[in-house]
């Protein structure tokens, strides 16, 4: 073969062999395109479930404040119920001591009022005694004298 022949077949083949070369980066090239798109694509899933994640941990941060604050609530009302317990404890023992106390002024008021009622009694039977013999002797004094008007009469 001659040369020019030569050449021309090594030029076909050369042009041949990058054809293939030219087409296996075409079909790489498409392989790295495809494979970006899928990569997009799950990037921007991916992006969403960030998206999701940051709104409920924001939720979640929510809800542990609320619950903080509430729990501090309660904790502030636990103290004051405790308090009041302890001032009620003593409110307690305050009105037991005042109860005793009361009770016994009554005890003091009840002997108190049976031994005024015992003195009245007394005086009522003193009085009565006394009116009764006061009675018996204006009796008396009014028979002598009915006794000495008959005797007058019976005189005159």
């Not at 079909?27 to 997009?40: F, I, P, Q, W």
Request: charged share 40%; proline share 1%; net charge negative.
């Amino acid at each position: 073969m001659s040369e020019p022949m030569l050449q021309q077949l090594s030029q076909e083949k050369r042009g041949t062999n990058f054809e293939k070369v030219v087409s296996e980066w075409k079909v790489k090239a498409e392989d790295l395109k495809l494979e970006l798109e899928a990569s997009m694509s799950e990037s921007r899933n991916y992006s969403s479930e960030v998206f999701r994640m940051k709104a409920a941990l924001d939720d979640s941060n929510d809800q542990l404040d609320i619950v903080r604050r509430e729990n501090k609530n309660l904790a502030d009302e636990i103290k004051d119920l405790l308090d009041q317990l302890g001032d009620g404890g003593r409110s307690i023992h305050e009105l037991d001591k005042q109860r005793r106390r009361l009770e016994m002024e009554q005890e003091e008021l009840q002997s108190a009022l049976e031994e005024a009622e015992g003195t009245l009694e007394q005086e009522g039977k003193l009085r009565f005694c006394g009116l009764s013999c006061h009675f018996l002797q204006q009796r008396q004094e009014i028979r002598q004298r009915k006794k000495w008007q008959e005797k007058e009469r019976g005189s005159l």
